[in-house]
């Protein structure tokens, strides 16, 4: 599952309230995430076993739902014949992500 949270800090006495806003059911484990505010709008970066895409998604504030914007193919012609996981992603600078894979063709 992906889930998104708000976590609430009562400024006097300090407790924490957690309120689920969305969820979404995953097709397979996550294998990495990473979360980045980029132009104002929070973009969540996931990538799951055997599966060779970076789905990203977003929330619609207004409707306070999780969306998928788009997937980042990776298993471009030069992967075709190779069966490879994502391991890890890291945004670099709100434009590049660097991706670690198991496998070098």
Known sequence: MLKISSLQVDPVDQNLTLDEIDSIKLNSNCSSLVCQYI?????????RNDF???SCYSIDYQTK???????IALNNAQFSTHSFNVRDIILVNDSTL???TSHIP
């Open 39 to 47: 132009g104002g709008n929070l973009s969540i970066f996931l990538t």
């Open 52 to 54: 060779t895409q970076i």
């Open 65 to 71: 739902k999780l969306i998928q914007k788009y997937y």
């Open 98 to 100: 660097a991706v670690a």
